[in-house]
């Protein structure tokens, strides 16, 4: 199952108590107050993990809580500090505070690590509350509480093109077809439930990251159907591979079905709309050139930009789109260097 939200409680350690003692030894009287402090409360860590893909193991458990700190001893002995709580997350997470909606952190690499909360540190032992005037104090410290707080984690996929289109537009087959990936595909209609990622080779020694993303529906960006469980995904993407059913059994013909996808993702997000984008009209296996040269003419005239008409069953013209996204997404790449340079700069 692939799961993309959860909110979890987190809480650092408290700090452990200082000790309230005194020396007591054989030939030396009055030794004096010995009292240790207590030691600091555990960190929660979150660390990102290339191992992990989903948050449904974060899901299992609702309050992280690191370890307390341990009290201070007598003999000036201190208390042991609390083991730290590391939670695995995977590349892709965003952590936010789930009262106030801040975002704390954008986890987007594997192996970032992010002290989330902090335990505290103990308090002190008596040894320390000596003053002229009172030669044997019987206070000690208390450790301070652990920060605390509530978390709302949110995943979206690190993926390099994202393949959007209808339901039923036929992105499973073309992503099974173009990479190693095995998302579920079959004769009947049905729409993808959770995103599916392969590794695709473009160049001798170039590959990308392709997303095979859940179809939209008209109303996705308010919530209806899999709604923004979608859309959160297409942020993180450089470049969208736009797939567009040329034979739809139902719902919106093919121009239309890219105006409606196109309207979905301003509304959701402005930025989206200017993302890189590539039109590809998939199935021209099931009807005749003369229709697929209608619909493609009709696109190129709406989107203003190249139209590629394949089929991901046959496997038809599917060179010629790979090279078309190798294209964009070097241009991508290198308008995102000299960005770059010039922030140096």
């Not at 030691?39 to 948050?55: A, N």
């Not at 695995?88 to 954008?106: E, F, H, Q, W």
């Not at 030669?135 to 450790?143: D, E, K, Q, V």
């Not at 995904?233 to 969208?240: A, G, I, Q, S």
Request: charged share 25%; glycine share 12%.
């Amino acid at each position: 199952m692939f799961i993309d939200e959860a909110t979890i409680y987190v809480k650092g350690g408290d700090g452990g108590h200082g000790c309230v003692s005194f020396r007591r030894e054989k030939f030396v009287p009055r030794g004096g107050p010995d009292g240790g402090n207590g030691g600091k409360g555990g960190d929660v860590i979150i660390l990102t993990s290339e191992k992990i893909d989903t948050l449904m193991d974060i899901v299992s458990k609702v309050k992280y809580v690191a370890e307390d700190g341990h009290h201070g001893e007598g003999s000036n002995r201190e208390g042991r500090s609390g083991k730290d709580l590391i939670i695995r997350l995977p590349a892709g997470t965003l952590v936010k505070d789930r009262d106030s909606g801040r975002v704390l952190k954008d986890l987007t690499e594997p192996g970032q690590r992010v002290c989330i909360a902090r335990g505290n540190k103990g308090g002190k032992g008596n040894k320390h509350f000596v003053t002229p005037t009172n030669r044997t104090p019987r206070i000690a410290g208390a450790g301070k509480k652990g920060q605390e707080r509530w978390l709302k984690l949110e995943l979206k996929l690190v993926a390099d093109v994202g393949i959007i289109g209808m339901p039923n537009a036929g992105k499973s087959t073309l992503l099974s077809l173009i990479s190693k990936a095995h998302p579920k595909v079959a004769p009947y209609p049905f729409t993808t439930l959770q995103p599916h990622l392969g590794i695709v080779k473009i160049e001798e020694y170039q590959t990308i990251v392709v997303a095979d993303l859940p179809g939209l529906i008209e109303g996705a960006h308010s919530g209806v159907g899999l709604g923004d469980e979608f859309l959160r995904h297409v942020e993180r993407t450089k470049l969208l591979l736009h797939l567009v059913d040329v034979a739809p059994k139902s719902g919106p013909d093919p121009v239309e079905a890219y105006r409606m996808i196109r309207r979905e993702l301003e509304l959701y997000n402005p930025e989206l709309s200017n993302k890189r984008e590539i039109i590809a009209v998939n199935k021209t296996d099931l009807v005749d050139q003369t229709t697929c040269a209608k619909i493609v003419a009709e696109l190129k005239q709406v989107a203003s930009r190249p139209v590629y008409s394949i089929s991901a069953r046959t496997g038809n013209n599917l060179d010629a789109l790979l090279k078309a996204i190798a294209g964009e997404f070097n241009a991508f790449s290198m308008e995102e260097e000299s960005g770059k340079t010039a922030t140096v700069r």
